[in-house]
């Protein structure tokens, strides 16, 4: 079929779609908002037991004040527009959906927004599930201050099975400090994977199986098609910028190995909620980022613990060993220098914060709140 039929085609179903489908999508449909709600799930939790991730947990929304979870560290903006008197209804959250930085000026919700009217309706639908009354009225922000400790409490009760310090204190050393670390703590730090593949979970995962794990943990900053939002970081594309004054570095146009791929996702992604995704989720998401970068081409290719180290990444062959202490120029230097040294012991004379070239913390901080 040629590209026009297809798109003539593809019109015809798009017209014929309002008729069949209206009924649904005039009404409010909570179902529906959770769908949307993936869009918001890698920063946002709502239900039981919901905590802050990269942005406040949503749960008694609807007559709370903007800006006013304790423990959350909103930009100055949000809290400023709370103290203005900002309240969260069906109308202001549909507004501040449409594009979050055309309402409040300086937020540091990263997000694009909701386009569609049916979406922000249906999101804001769901929401209400997880509010006191439905948000029919605005409760008093009182009551919902109240109620946090408790969440708090419950939150501290889902303890790990073997704490800390349940294990003896030493006896030994100056500070009777210290002690031998636990299995469980050795295992759950030591996850590292060598380019040799070293440290592989055992596990396997498709192309096409990470497309929806991805579309709904990872598109919300990568872009759907690993281009970025925003500037969150890129992850496909930039082949031959390497050169550039600019390059663009992306697992296909500069990473050396796969296995940092895979150790990478499975350590620090989805940002706001690491460690969250299973053995196979990470071999399926890596594969599809291989799939992204043009380095596999077949949807039903699969990469497991047994083949992945047959996948090389384009720029492999441009990493070497750094052989910089057998090259002359650093041998020859290689006796310190220990002529002319100051006898007296260094005195600090000025502290960088002093200075002025520390960053203040504060909005640039944390959660990528990159303006
Ligand atoms: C990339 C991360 C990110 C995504 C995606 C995101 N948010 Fe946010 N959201 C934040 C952050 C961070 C804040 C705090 C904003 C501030 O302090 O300026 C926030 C604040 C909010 C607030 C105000 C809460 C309060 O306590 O005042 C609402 C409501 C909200 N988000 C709803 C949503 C909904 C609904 C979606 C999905 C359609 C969504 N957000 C998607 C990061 C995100
Ligand atoms: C809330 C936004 C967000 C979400 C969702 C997210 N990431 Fe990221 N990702 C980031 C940020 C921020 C960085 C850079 C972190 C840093 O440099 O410390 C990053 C870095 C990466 C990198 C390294 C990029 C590079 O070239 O340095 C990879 C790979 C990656 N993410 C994959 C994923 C995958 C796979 C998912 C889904 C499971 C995901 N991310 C979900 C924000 C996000």
Redo the contacts with the bound molecule.
């Keep these: 079929m040629s590209r026009f039929l297809k798109l003539a085609v593809f019109a015809g179903a798009l017209a014929a779609l309002p008729a069949a489908t209206l009924g649904t999508a005039q009404a409010q449909d909570a179902d529906a908002g959770e769908k949307?709600?993936r869009?918001?799930k890698?920063?946002?939790a709502v239900g039981e037991g919901a905590g802050n991730k990269?942005?406040?947990h949503?749960n008694d929304?609807f007559g709370?004040?903007?800006?006013?979870?304790r423990d959350?560290?909103?930009?100055n903006?949000?809290?400023a527009?709370?103290e203005g008197g900002l309240v969260?209804d069906d109308e202001s959250?549909a507004t501040?959906?449409i594009n979050?930085k055309d309402m409040?000026k300086?937020?540091?919700?990263?997000?694009a927004g909701?386009k569609k009217d049916e979406?922000r309706a249906d999101?804001?639908a769901y929401?209400k599930t997880f509010s006191a009354g439905g948000g029919e009225e605005a409760p008093a922000t009182q009551e919902s201050k109240a109620e946090e400790p408790e969440a708090k409490t419950e939150m501290a009760a889902a303890a790990p099975a073997v704490m800390a310090k349940d294990v003896a204190v030493p006896e030994h050393g100056v500070f009777h400090l210290g002690r031998e670390a636990l299995n469980e703590e050795i295992a759950a730090w030591d996850i590292d994977i060598r380019p040799d593949g070293t440290g592989l979970p055992v596990g396997r995962g498709t192309v096409a199986q990470g497309e929806p794990i991805y579309a709904d943990n990872c598109a919300?900053?990568h872009g759907d098609f690993g281009e970025g939002t925003g500037r969150?970081p890129v992850l496909a594309g930039g082949h031959d910028t390497l050169t550039e004054e600019r390059p663009e570095k992306t697992i296909g146009s500069y990473w050396p190995y796969l296995s940092t791929v895979y150790d990478y996702v499975r350590r620090a992604m989805p940002f706001?909620n690491a460690r969250s995704l299973s053995d196979d989720d990470v071999y399926a998401l890596t594969a599809y980022l291989l799939y992204l970068n043009d380095v596999v081409t077949d949807e039903d290719f699969e990469l497991s613990n047994e083949n992945f180290t047959d996948i090389h990444l384009p720029n492999e062959e441009n990493f070497f060993m750094d052989d910089r202490a057998s090259e002359p120029h650093y041998a020859e230097k290689s006796e310190p220098c220990m002529k002319d040294c100051k006898a007296e012991p260094a005195k600090i004379t000025m502290r960088a914060r002093v200075l002025d070239v520390t960053p203040e913390g504060e909005d640039g901080e944390g959660?990528?709140?990159i303006e």
């Design positions: 949307v709600f869009k918001c890698a920063c946002h990269v942005g406040p949503l929304l709370r004040t903007a800006g006013m979870i959350f560290k909103y930009s903006a949000m809290k527009a709370g969260w959250i501040y959906l979050p409040v300086g937020t540091k919700m990263a997000f909701l979406d999101v804001i929401l919300v900053c969150w706001g959660a990528g709140a």
